[in-house]
C-alpha cells in the first residue's frame, strides 16, 4: 500500500492512500453530481481517450466546488510526480491563451470521472480529459495497475503571442533533448532513424488505440553508442519523471533491447516534427507543428487491460 501525505485543516500532514482519496472525492459530492461523476467499472467510457476539444462526459471542473477541487488535486498529485503535476495544472492554464481564438477552450473545460468504488481488493479508476490532457488511472484497491494512455500538450508551447506570460514554454525539454539525440547521430545512423517524410497527420497510437502498432522502422538503441543511450535514457525519463516514481517502468527497463528511436520531419526548432521510442509494449511519442506540441504514453496495459480479464 502506498501512502501520501495530505495537509489537514489543522495545517498537519496526515496519511492517505489513492482509495481514501478516491471515497474522500466521491463522499464530498451531491446526488445531483455524482450522477456526472461515477459510473460503473464496466462503462465503455473508462476505456476511451480522445484529445481534440468539445464537451466530454463526466463532472465539469467548473461544477467543483473550492473544497471539492483541494480534494481531486489531491488525488492527481497522488498519481503524478511534482513535475507531472505541475505540467498538467500549466497546460490547464495555458488553455486561456488559445481560448482568444476557441471560445469553447479554457482552463475550466476539463472533466472528471470516477469509476467503480474505491475500495481494498476492487477494480476502480478515474480519468481527467479535456483539450490537450488526457489522464487515465487504473486501480485495484491501492495499487496502481495501469497509468496510461497519457496525453500531455500544449498550444502554443512558446507563450510568444502572451506578453503576461511572455518566455513561458511548456514541454520544452521533450523538443530540445530529441534535437540533441538527432544531432548526435552518425550519417548511417541516420538512415535508420530518420525520414524527411511529412509527419504523420495523429500519431500511430492515436491511428490504432487498441495495439502498440507502428511501421517497422527506427534505429535500435543497442545500436547507439554509451553516450548516445544515455541521451535515450535521458529523454525517456523526462517523460516517465511525470508519474509517481513508485508507479511507473524504471527507464532503465523501457530502454530494453527491443527500444527503437524514430524522427521524421524538420530537424531546425519551430517546423513540423514528429519522433517515437517504442519498444513493443511501450511507446512514447511526440508531435509538433510548428508551437503546438503533443506527448502521448501508451502501454499495452491501458487501462489495465492486461491484468483485468
Known sequence: ?????TAGQSGLYVKATYTGLGQKLLSSMDPEKLKSLHFSFQDSLRNRWERLPGQRQGLKLSRFDEAQKIVFHQLMRSCLSTQGYLTVTAIMFNEDIQQKAEPVLGRNEFWIEVFGEPQSDAFWAWKLEGHHLSLNFTFKGDKMISNSPLLMATNPSNSITDSARAGLII????????????YSLTAKELTLAYSSRKKPDSVYGEQDKENIRV???GIYVDQLDNAQKELVKALA???????NS????????FCNKKLRFFYIGSKEKGNPHYYRLENGKQMIEYENYGNHIHCFWRTTNDFGKEIIK
Open 1 to 5: 500500500m502506498i501512502c501520501f501525505h
Open 171 to 182: 514541454l520544452y525539454k521533450e523538443e530540445e533533448m530529441a534535437r540533441t539525440l538527432l
Open 215 to 217: 511501421p517497422n522502422e
Open 237 to 243: 525519463s523526462e517523460y516517465l519523471n511525470n508519474l
Open 246 to 253: 513508485a508507479e511507473v517502468i524504471p527507464a532503465a527497463d
